[in-house]
């Protein structure tokens, strides 16, 4: 079983400049989630996705972070302008179901200057 | 400017001893627990995971074991291998609530031959 595929793996970019990272979950794997994580620091979570509803984007800085999951099985994520504190490496996780086990990908670096 | 990550704690173990990894979780509402293992580039990967109803669960090489009233949980691996070295993460998840995965700090494991 294929897991869950990201792309890039890692992007270089200037502060100020716009991002984006994608992500296909595992298939059949309704529950989407991203994750934020700071060199050192355990996984942050984002957003999370039921199908294509959003269930929970609290911790989601919605003033520069987008994501969306159009027909509930991509996602893309968006950093709009990217600030320096932005970088770190962004995981893209599934679940069958909301109280399963959340298997991640292998994330994206991002590197801010 | 320079940056500087946070050191996480390390525990160093000879190859082929057991290795203990402790976590100490932080809702007591919490009622389901994943140990995760991410080895460096990697995002994490799912070890092992415990229900709230059990307080011992064994899987290839591993044990996890559950204390609620201490809110404690271990990561128990036999015969530790040089594969096995890489950041353990505990996690813990309120089914009944929004089943938000949050992350325990993680823990170094370092093998040496």
Same mark, same amino acid.
């Given at each position: 079983?294929?897991?869950?595929?990201? @792309?890039?793996?890692?992007?270089?970019?200037?502060?100020?400049? @716009?991002? /984006?990272?994608? $992500?296909?979950?595992? @298939?059949?794997?309704?529950?989407?989630?991203?994750?934020?994580?700071?060199?050192?620091?355990?996984?942050?979570?984002?957003?999370?996705?039921?199908?294509?509803?959003?269930?929970?984007?609290?911790?989601?800085?919605?003033?520069?972070?987008?994501?969306?999951?159009?027909?509930?099985?991509?996602?893309?994520?968006?950093?709009?302008? /990217?600030?320096?504190?932005?970088? /770190?490496?962004?995981? $893209? /996780? @599934?679940?069958?179901?909301?109280?399963?086990?959340?298997?991640?990908?292998?994330?994206?670096?991002?590197?801010?200057? | 400017?320079?940056?500087?990550?946070?050191?996480?704690?390390?525990?160093?173990?000879?190859?082929?001893?057991?290795? #203990? #990894?402790?976590?100490?979780?932080?809702?007591? %509402?919490?009622?389901? =627990?994943?140990?995760?293992?991410?080895?460096?580039?990697?995002?994490?990967?799912? #070890? #092992?995971?415990?229900?709230?109803?059990?307080?011992?669960?064994?899987?290839?090489?591993?044990?996890?074991?559950?204390?609620?009233?201490?809110?404690?949980?271990?990561?128990?691996?036999?015969?530790?291998?040089?594969?096995?070295?890489?950041?353990? =993460?505990? %996690?813990?998840?309120?089914?009944?609530?929004?089943?938000?995965?949050? =992350?325990?700090?993680?823990?170094?494991?370092?093998?040496?031959?």
């Amino acid at each position: 079983e294929a897991g869950v595929a990201q @792309s890039p793996r890692y992007k270089i970019i200037e502060k100020r400049q @716009s991002v /984006a990272f994608w $992500c296909n979950p595992i @298939s059949g794997h309704a529950t989407l989630y991203w994750y934020q994580q700071i060199l050192g620091q355990g996984p942050k979570l984002l957003i999370q996705f039921q199908n294509n509803g959003v269930v929970d984007d609290s911790q989601l800085p919605k003033d520069r972070f987008s994501a969306e999951r159009l027909k509930g099985v991509d996602s893309t994520l968006k950093i709009q302008p /990217a600030k320096l504190e932005d970088s /770190a490496v962004y995981l $893209c /996780a @599934s679940s069958l179901e909301r109280q399963g086990v959340k298997y991640f990908g292998p994330g994206t670096r991002l590197t801010v200057l | 400017g320079e940056s500087v990550g946070l050191h996480l704690p390390t525990l160093s173990v000879q190859e082929g001893d057991n290795s #203990i #990894i402790n976590c100490a979780y932080s809702n007591s %509402a919490s009622d389901y =627990f994943i140990w995760y293992k991410q080895e460096s580039g990697k995002g994490p990967q799912f #070890i #092992i995971d415990i229900r709230s109803n059990m307080d011992k669960r064994q899987g290839q090489r591993v044990t996890v074991l559950l204390n609620k009233t201490v809110k404690h949980l271990s990561l128990q691996i036999a015969a530790t291998q040089p594969g096995d070295s890489a950041v353990y =993460f505990c %996690a813990e998840i309120n089914t009944g609530a929004n089943s938000k995965l949050t =992350f325990g700090k993680g823990i170094t494991l370092s093998v040496r031959p």
